[in-house]
């Protein structure tokens, strides 16, 4: 059985998407001191099931691509916010 390893862009686009569920703002700076690409990106890889979370991924990695024509790492904040509406019901484990 092989180790899963998510690659550095699966990584970057976790941790797009958790920066934009929970933004900095002016009283802090959100998600960002949690490194939550790479910490997401632990469990996913750690998760005895994970074929839910990459197909969540593989959604939200084509959805840019077609609505946006940039990887979901490359996103501004409306976009991201857009890709994020789009995603609640067509990946929902990426909420969970």
């Known amino acids: 059985m092989s180790e899963l390893r998510l690659t550095p862009e699966q990584v970057a686009t ?3 998407l958790a920066h934009a569920m929970i933004p900095a703002d002016e009283k802090d700076e959100g ?3 949690f490194h939550p690409g790479r910490r ?3 469990k996913i890889e750690g998760d005895l099931n994970p074929a839910p979370y990459l197909k969540g ?3 939200a990695e084509n959805a840019a691509l077609e ?3 940039r990887p ?3 996103l501004d904040a409306r976009s991201l916010e857009k890709l ?3 995603l ?3 990946a929902p484990a990426l909420f969970k």
Do not use: Y
Request: without cysteine; negative net charge.
């Open 84 to 86: 994020l509406g789009m």
């Open 72 to 74: 979901v790492a490359k």
């Open 88 to 90: 609640r019901d067509g």
């Open 57 to 59: 991924l593989r959604v």
């Open 14 to 16: 976790l941790s797009a």
């Open 67 to 69: 609505e946006f024509d």
């Open 40 to 42: 997401l990106a632990d």
């Open 31 to 33: 998600v960002a001191a």
